[in-house]
């Protein structure tokens, strides 16, 4: 039997134009598809060659703010794996995001960002550190 891996994750966003756009810019990804999506709303799919993300939106979102941590089958974070996470980071904080928890660990680095809507992401690389 074949390994399975993941395809995809689907988060529910407010505006799925502006977060795929925003995925673009920080991750080097592409829009694979976008259309219409269960109840009437919008689905985006961005990411590379064998995986991605859907960013989503249906209506007005929830008013009521959810700790995902909290919630059974609430999704923490979303994890990225970037060459070059010094880069990377600085795009985070172009866009306007605040990284926290940084972490050298064996075998990679890594930081947290939340996005407008609240998503965590972890960035890391297992690219070997570089001095300067």
Not at 42 to 65: F, M, Q, R, T
């Amino acid at each position: 039997m074949a390994e399975a891996y993941l395809e995809h994750v689907n988060v529910t966003v407010t505006d799925p134009e502006k977060t795929a756009n925003q995925l673009c810019e920080l991750f080097g990804w592409h829009v694979r598809w976008r259309g219409d999506a269960i109840h009437g709303g919008l689905s985006i799919h961005v990411g590379g060659k064998d995986s991605y993300v859907v960013v989503y939106a249906k209506g007005e979102p929830p008013a009521d703010a959810i700790d995902s941590y909290a919630t059974l089958g609430g999704l923490n974070h979303i994890g990225v794996v970037v060459d070059d996470l010094d880069a990377t980071e600085a795009r985070v904080i172009a866009a306007g995001h605040e990284p926290f928890s940084h972490a050298d660990y064996e075998p990679g680095r890594r930081f947290y960002y939340e996005d407008g809507d609240g998503i965590e992401f972890e960035v890391v690389s297992y690219a070997p550190k570089t001095t300067v």
